[in-house]
């Protein structure tokens, strides 16, 4: 019987050095990889290029790797409440590349499903289209976008079993199921590891085929974001 699992995180990231390209799963603070994170802040890793929605904030998820200065390069979308992601990006030390959300997406499915490259219209007519092919489609224009090419996926699931088999919760599902299979390798961490069969396949989102290392996690953190309009 297939067994993809790993008995601790830092097992789970071997392989991982200097200079890679990262997919890292999570929304804000909703389906973070965080054991996977904390990890690597730890492996000491850095020259890493990074592709993530946002990154995190200044003391949780991608903002722990910031701080050390790891990471030499962004790919996102929305990095709105980090100030040292914008500490750095001003000053020059980081290099963002900050993409369209929906292209963001798109470029991971893309990568998951072997498509090299795809057309849409978003960014048509901005500095996201510079560079880029153009071709009109139906009287509409479009830019042509390029799959991403990762080294690692590491996405965080609700559960999963040992044959790599996902099933995420809610809103952690955001970047975390397009970002499976989008790398050579894909690390999955789960809050709970079943054994093979134990899951409903009618439940299941992701299948093992698109997994390579899965381990369970400990010690979730569950924060909660917080909109604040006025001082208290």
């Known amino acids: 019987m297939i067994n993809k699992t790993v008995s601790t995180v830092d097992d789970a990231l071997q392989g991982i050095e200097n200079g890679m390209t990262l997919m890292l799963g999570g929304f804000g603070l909703c389906g973070i990889p965080e054991n996977s994170i904390t990890a690597l802040v730890e492996k000491g890793v850095n020259e890493l290029t990074c592709i993530s929605n946002n990154a995190g904030v200044d003391d949780f998820g991608l903002g722990l790797l910031l701080q050390k200065k790891q990471i030499k390069k962004m790919i996102s979308s929305y990095v709105g409440e980090n100030a040292e992601f914008e500490r750095q990006m001003l000053s020059g030390e980081l290099e963002v590349d900050l993409i369209p959300q929906g292209t963001l997406a798109e470029r991971c499915r893309a990568a998951q499903a072997g498509i090299p490259a795809f057309f849409t219209p978003a960014g048509y007519g901005t500095e996201v ?97 917080q909109r604040t309009v006025r001082k208290r």
């Open 129 to 225: 289209a510079k560079g880029k092919e153009v071709r009109e489609f139906n009287g509409k224009m479009h830019i042509m976008e390029e799959a991403f090419k990762a080294d690692f996926a590491i996405v965080k699931a609700w559960k999963g079993d040992t044959a790599g088999n996902l099933i995420f919760k809610g809103t952690a599902r955001n970047f975390n199921p397009c970002m499976c299979g989008a790398a050579k390798i894909t690390i999955a961490e789960v809050e709970e590891l079943v054994e093979a069969g134990t899951l409903d396949p009618n439940q299941i989102h992701i299948p093992g085929i698109l997994v390579q290392r899965i381990f369970q996690g400990e010690k979730y953190e569950k924060r909660i974001e």
